[in-house]
């Protein structure tokens, strides 16, 4: 019989390995100790959703719908008031605005290191202006503040994003579109009303 070679760790490892093959791998795998250990989560890559892109984009472009067919029965002509289109048009765009400062307040409280109160105000900001535009004012003046709020707040959007501390880029790559689509609704709307 041989006699016992004196090997570090690693080769007894391997010698372990090679003898007692998947068993070994098994002992290993539990940490040594014999208690399971959890399976990592894989780290998520910048730019992936757990939903998926192609879900999020299409949840987001079903939020332009109502404000395209409100302009498209402006087009139309319908017997309906067309006050009445613009109004609900606006309250709706209010609404949006509402739900893009929350998705900012959500951003800014997520991050690892906390919210800054620049982040805060930024979420804030948007929330306070919006609110008062659900009101029933004059639609084609609430519609005329929702675009240049909605196209501040994406030029927001995108610097934050740029500078790090905005939403991931796989949503503002949806967002932009969406701001273009809801920018024409409103556009085709207000020129359908001034006609």
Do not use: C
């Amino acid at each position: 019989m041989a006699a016992p070679v004196m090997m570090g760790a690693n080769g007894a490892e391997r010698l372990g390995a090679e003898k007692f093959g998947a068993a070994a791998n098994d002992f290993r795998a539990r940490g040594g100790d014999g208690a399971r250990q959890r399976p990592q989560k894989p780290a998520q890559t910048a730019g992936t959703s757990p939903v998926g892109g192609a879900a999020a984009a299409s949840l987001a472009y079903l939020a332009a719908a109502p404000l395209i067919a409100g302009a498209t029965i402006l087009v139309a002509r319908p017997l309906w008031d067309a006050d009445i289109i613009l109004g609900l048009m606006a309250s709706y765009g209010a609404a949006l605005v509402l739900f893009f400062a929350g998705v900012r307040w959500g951003v800014a409280v997520m991050r690892p290191e906390g919210p800054t109160m620049r982040s805060l105000a930024g979420a804030a900001i948007p929330f306070i202006v919006g609110l008062p535009l659900l009101a029933g004012f004059d639609a084609e003046l609430r519609i005329g503040a929702l675009m240049a709020l909605m196209l501040l707040l994406l030029m927001d959007d995108l610097n934050a994003t740029r500078r790090g501390d905005g939403a991931p880029t796989w949503y503002l790559a949806v967002r932009a579109p969406l701001t273009a689509l809801v920018e024409v609704a409103f556009l085709i709307a207000l020129a359908v009303a001034m006609r």
